[in-house]
């Protein structure tokens, strides 16, 4: 009984050693070569080329943008995802997104409102996932305000064409959300830029 325990526990030691080589050749039999997640765009500062799977963590140079959302995160956001059925967009055109009666003070309750842009992204005529600001007002519990968008306000969309180096206005069709701030998210199916 005891010659068959040696060969048994030789056998055993190199079958997990096979199978770990397996796991960490960063390749499966069966399946083939792992994804590689990161950053798949070229044009983001932290593009890695290895990557071929997209995560979502593309990082961009802000500077020289249209827009720019100069805003205090407050914990309160809307989605709004474009959709790629947009038409009209050519890469590289902003969107920027606003409440043009937001709350634009902050640290007091002074109540003051006016145009504020809440949200942007680039177009890359890729689906886009934008988190848009909202804002907070617990002034009646002896609290602060922060700016962003006000609940119920509808939503304000324009566009820099970035060839042309014009913003314009965008009746936006909307497949989910009623095109006003409030909803959990909403959904832009199409645009119609209105250009004078």
């Known amino acids: ?96 997104f606003y409440d043009a009666a937001g709350i634009t003070n902050s640290q007091d309750c002074s109540s003051q409102l006016g145009s504020l842009l809440v949200g942007t992204a680039v177009w890359d005529g890729n689906q886009l996932s934008v988190s848009a600001i909202g804002s907070i007002d617990n002034c009646a519990l002896g609290g602060i305000q922060l700016p962003g968008w006000v609940d119920n306000n509808p939503i304000v969309i324009r566009v820099w064409d970035a060839s042309e180096q014009m913003e314009y206005a965008v009746e936006a069709v909307y497949e989910v959300g009623s095109g006003f701030w409030g909803d959990l998210f909403t959904v832009v199916s199409g645009m119609n830029i209105v250009r004078p």
């Open 1 to 96: 009984m005891n010659k068959f325990r040696i060969p048994l526990l030789v056998l055993s030691t190199l079958l997990i050693t096979l199978n770990c080589n397996v796991c960490s050749s960063g390749t499966d039999k069966i399946n083939g070569p792992e994804d590689v997640y990161g950053c798949t765009d070229t044009q983001a500062e932290n593009y890695n080329p290895q990557a071929t799977v997209d995560d979502g963590s593309c990082t961009y140079d802000n500077t020289g943008l249209h827009f720019q959302v100069d805003l205090p995160s407050t914990g309160v956001n809307q989605l709004i995802v474009v959709r790629n059925t947009v038409t009209g967009l050519e890469t590289g055109d902003e969107i920027g």
